[in-house]
């Protein structure tokens, strides 16, 4: 699969890295394919390419989009949303706002950058993924007491599926279905959470997981079954 990475920064790299290293083929999307940062996210990446945002977007797959959420609007636009539509789009920027010295959410609810992505690019199946982690951790998240789990929300279930099978081969434990595209709000306010926890201890890796969650299905209850009934079915011994 050949895989649209829009963004040249620290998620960019850290996610074409995973793209490359699981067999996959990446072109950066860029203003300026002769830029620094484009010089060394191809540097970081070997066997990569750049290429402006919109000769990306057509050649690509799917896409990926890892740009500042002041710039996601024109990257966007310059990669022109016909050239993404039928592809899945991972979004993982966080609407973040740094006017006051501290970052906090430009956007909440029921509005979020997923949404907002999704109706820029309304052709186009965009799944929220990868937000609530650093950049470091994207690929192979393993912390010495675990491996933490990722949240995803969007609208096309093969969509989501895909996003889904790209995580468990990035090394994530289990994608979690949280919905719709209209519940990218919650991962976005989980990321605000995951930096406000950073900021307060100056500690950039740590990574959330939900304990005792139903695997099976990922969303609903299809048996009708209260959740108390479901789980001492499942125990051992009975
Ligand atoms: N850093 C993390 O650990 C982390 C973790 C989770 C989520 N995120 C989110 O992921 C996104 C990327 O973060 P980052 O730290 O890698 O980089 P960033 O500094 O937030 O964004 C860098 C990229 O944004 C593009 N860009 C900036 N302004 C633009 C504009 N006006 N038009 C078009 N493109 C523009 C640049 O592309 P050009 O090559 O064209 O200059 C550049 O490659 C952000 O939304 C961030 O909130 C970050």
Redesign the pocket.
Known sequence: MKVAV?????????LAKGFVGTGHSVV?????VN?K??VD?LAQVPGSS?AP?AVAAQSADMAV???????????LE?AGAANLAGKLVID?????DFSTGKPTLALGFPNS?GAQVQAWLPGAHVVKA???????R?VNPRFEDGIPDMLIAGNAAAAKQQTSQILTSFGWRTAIDMGDISKAYLLEAL?MT?IDYGVARNH?THGFSLLGQSLEPPLGRPTGKPARAQESARRPGR
């Open positions: 829009l963004g040249t920064g620290a998620v960019a790299i850290a950066f999307g860029s203003r300026d830029g940062t484009a996210a750049v945002y989009l890892a740009t500042s959420w002041s710039g996601a609007e024109n990257a310059l993982v920027t966080n609407p973040l950058a990868f937000n609530i982690i650093s950049a470091t994207m990321a995951w950039w």
